[in-house]
């Protein structure tokens, strides 16, 4: 692989920045192959070098993933001179990577968004060919019925004409003031779960995603907060397309609302 500056290659694990990467080096805490390093600017070959930090040995990355609850009212873009981004969320050391979100939410939707600057797998993990299913937990005006249902599970057509893939309903509680449902998506168009629920005359109230494919968001993280896909989740990423044509609902334990 071609040889990048050692303090780049340490600032990838996301650990520390590349000035600390600088006070690590005086300090002597970094070895490059066993010999302590001299600078930050030496070139190391980041896949073949055997790099500790204080001891510890640094799992390169070549991509990075970050996991963030996207709170309202940010906007799922890189830069947007209208208001604040995602990106705004994160630390200097994770917005000098060049990440970007795999996939929008709406500036009022919260919850689950990757960020990576890995583009073909987030390219994939976003085109209806791979199947990944997207989960949303909803909660509307109006009731929601068994009707509701099985117009999603039937492909709607919307009033502008635009098709949609069959979809899941599974209606957690319904009643006159209001209704709250998990939907299930294969697609993501333009405001598609309030667009499919207007069109069911039952108005999205509140929106978040909890699910994309097997990956959950985690419920420790707070609005707004973020933190690194484990190596599990990663594993998980590479295989993320569902391996059935049904419409995976989520499953009992891996529901967490608001
Ligand atoms: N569907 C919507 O309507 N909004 C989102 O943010 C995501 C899916």
Known sequence: MERQRLDKVIASSGKFSRREVKQLVR????????APACSGEEKVDPEAAEILVDGERLCYRRYTWVMLNKPAGVLSATEDGRGKTVLDLLPEELRRQSLFPVGRLDKDTEGLLLLTNEGRLAHDLLSPRHHVDKVYYARTSGCLTEEDRRAFAGGMTLGDGLQCLPAGLEILSAGTEGSEALVTLREGKFHQVKRMLAARGKPVLYLKRLRMGNLTL????????????????RSILQNLENKTDEIQMLPKKGRDFC
Not at 218 to 233: F, I, M, V
């Open 27 to 34: 300090q002597g805490r970094i070895l490059v192959d066993g």
């Open 218 to 233: 985690d419920s420790a993280l707070g609005p707004g907060e973020y933190r690194y896909l484990t190596e599990e989740e």
